[in-house]
């Protein structure tokens, strides 16, 4: 049993306060939902940033701990700190996409996401907090730009997926309703229009693809560098691939196609399914140089 002295400083008991955050903004959300109340939908993103922010503070205290213990790297290869760090970008997403777009809407799912994040690597097993050194060929500052690019590509399409499945329930109602003409009711009505929806699809998934992008090089060079070649179609860098090409799929079909509506909201929800396996269900199924899950491993991303 971790004692609360120890949980604050390794910045585990700030992770656990801000899921206890997220779930009152979920239910901020949920209310806003059933009523449309702006009061309450702004009230939940206040509480959201609060749950980010205190996120962040949690983060400098990890890593401050980490360096404590000689650790010259943030701890950012193993299940738990992956998993809040996952929570992490996928609430930043949300907060630059509210910024720029009336969605608050969307808050209710992304809340949902980063939830089960946090709660997972709060009471999962497979998670523990305690920081572990890591293995030398991962004591390097490639760890830190791979690993952040992968992630910041994840909340882009954490977003995504969102704004997905925001399209796919809008389009529903407009095409039961006789193409929009009839006069809609309840959540649909808080909906922006269907076009805005496309458009933060489009702009999100192209902006969490270069990350993607960049994320992959830069793992590849570090390959080279520890191992001496830059690809060993490993299970995750086969599924990396697999997710570059799913997004890749987008970018064609909408513009060499003429793709869009409906079909490019399948495939940032299909898109987000594909990352998750990647990023966990490989791990969980096919273990490989990335591993992580179980207890005591350590890896990359």
Not at 47 to 76: E, H, N, S
Not at 165 to 178: A, H, M, P, R, T
Not at 248 to 274: E, S
Request: hydrophobic residues 55%; aromatic residues 16%.
């Amino acid at each position: 049993m971790i004692s609360a002295n120890a949980s604050a400083l390794d910045g585990s008991l700030y992770f656990a306060i801000s899921l206890l955050l997220v779930i009152l903004s979920f239910a901020g959300y949920f209310i806003f939902l059933l009523t449309g109340n702006k009061t309450v939908s702004k009230a939940s993103f206040v509480v959201l940033i609060a749950a980010f922010l205190i996120q962040t503070f949690a983060f400098v205290i990890r890593w401050i701990d980490a360096y404590k213990i000689g650790i010259d790297t943030p701890p950012l290869v193993d299940l738990y700190d992956s998993m809040v760090f996952f929570a992490y970008v996928i609430i930043l997403g949300f907060i630059l996409i509210r910024i720029f777009y009336d969605f608050d809407i969307l808050g209710f799912i992304i809340t949902i996401v980063a939830a089960l994040a946090l709660a997972f690597a709060s009471f999962s097993p497979l998670a523990p907090s305690a920081i572990e050194p890591t293995i030398p060929a991962l004591q390097s500052y490639w760890l830190i730009y791979h690993i952040m690019t992968l992630f910041v590509s994840y909340g882009a399409f954490g977003a995504s997926f969102g704004l997905g499945i925001l399209y796919l329930i809008k389009s529903g109602k407009e095409n039961k309703n006789g193409g929009g003409n009839k006069k809609r009711g309840g959540f649909v009505s808080l909906l922006p229009p269907s076009i805005i929806i496309e458009e933060a699809i489009y702009k999100v998934v192209v902006f969490g693809l270069v990350f993607l992008t960049v994320g992959i090089l830069i793992g590849a060079a570090w390959a080279d560098s520890a191992w001496g070649g830059y690809w060993s179609w490993d299970p995750k860098e086969t599924w990396s691939l697999i997710t570059w090409l799913t997004y890749i799929l987008f970018i064609h079909a909408r513009f060499i196609k003429g793709w869009g509506g409906k079909k490019m909201a399948w495939i940032a929800v299909i898109g987000f399914a594909v990352v998750i396996f990647c990023y966990l269900g490989v791990d969980l199924i096919l273990p490989g140089l990335h591993s992580y899950a179980t207890p005591g491993s350590t890896s990359i991303l």
